[in-house]
């Protein structure tokens, strides 16, 4: 559809509509994890955008997740800071709110809270003025995990909840995916096994269309099975490098062998070093220097 949307603005000389189009089909190249595609789609937004910042807006906030997945977190943040920029200036607020968004998802996975959470805490605010409550779910999200890895449990627990309620309210599985996994690290630090179970297979249940997602949610997984049961924390394990490996999402074939080698596999261990020396993010390498998973 998109194909044939993009044929027809230039038949039409519709070079916006152009623009916009090809943008969606990258966004749809990154969530199955090609990222070759994804940049071309996204250098073809850019040559049809005729220099308006609206459609440039959002071809380089996607630019910036596309980056990200690829572990290019350097050039994801400058990406976003421009999209922001961009965003801001044409008068685009909920573009601005979306690149926030996802620009905290990269100072997250680099372990940078005060960051993500500066972020998250202006997206929030500009979702909610936008009464936007298709995004809303992500941010709160990002700042309940943010509360759980600052040892607030209870109210990381409330805002996982509530963002968890809006993502089912809203239909978004992406979404529903990112509070169920942190709702399952809440649940293991209570210590709460039933609870546990559920939030893991809640978040395993919802993670397509999104690659990203699901390597996420296997890491998760691990994360929790890891006390109680080493065959499966091993199985999800091997799983999380498998889907990481044919997608491209270095960060997670990094953390998937660190997994492994917390398990006892040497070999891995020497594959996360590799992995990690290419990523841009200390808390990674000093994960991997340690031996423990991030």
């Not at 440039?56 to 943040?77: K, W």
């Not at 998250?120 to 990002?142: F, G, H, K, N, T």
């Not at 091997?238 to 398990?263: H, I, K, M, P, T």
């Amino acid at each position: 559809v998109l194909h044939r949307a993009i044929a027809t603005a230039h038949r039409a000389e519709r070079h916006d509509l152009s623009s916009r189009a090809c943008s969606e089909l990258a966004f749809v190249h990154i969530q199955t994890g090609d990222a070759n595609q994804s940049h071309y789609w996204l250098a073809k937004a850019d040559q049809q955008s005729e220099g308006d910042e609206r459609l440039l807006a959002v071809a380089n906030g996607l630019r910036g997740l596309a980056y990200s997945d690829d572990a290019e977190y350097d050039l994801s943040l400058g990406a976003f800071d421009v999209s922001v920029d961009q965003a801001r200036r044409a008068g685009k607020p909920r573009q601005a709110a979306w690149s926030l968004s996802m620009a905290a998802r990269t100072h997250l996975l680099r372990g940078e809270l005060a960051t993500a959470l500066d972020h998250v805490e202006e997206s929030i605010d500009i979702a909610q003025s936008e009464r936007w409550a298709a995004l809303l779910p992500w941010p709160q999200s990002q700042r309940g995990e943010i509360l759980r890895r600052q040892g607030h449990v209870d109210q990381a627990a409330a805002q996982l909840e509530a963002a968890y309620a809006l993502a089912q309210e809203v239909g978004d599985l992406c979404w529903s995916s990112v509070a169920s996994r942190s709702l399952a690290a809440v649940a293991n630090d209570r210590n709460d096994r039933s609870a546990v179970d559920a939030w893991t297979d809640c978040s395993l249940e919802h993670t397509l269309p999104y690659v990203w997602v699901l390597a996420h949610a296997l890491e998760g997984k691990c994360e929790v099975t890891r006390s109680t049961s080493e065959e499966t924390s091993r199985s999800t394990a091997c799983e999380l490098v498998a889907c990481a490996g044919e997608n491209g999402l270095r960060e997670y074939s990094a953390r998937g062998a660190l997994r492994l080698a917390d398990l006892g596999d040497e070999t891995a261990g020497q594959a996360a070093q590799a992995f990690s020396r290419l990523i841009e993010n200390t808390t990674l390498q000093r994960a991997v220097d340690a031996g423990r998973p991030v």
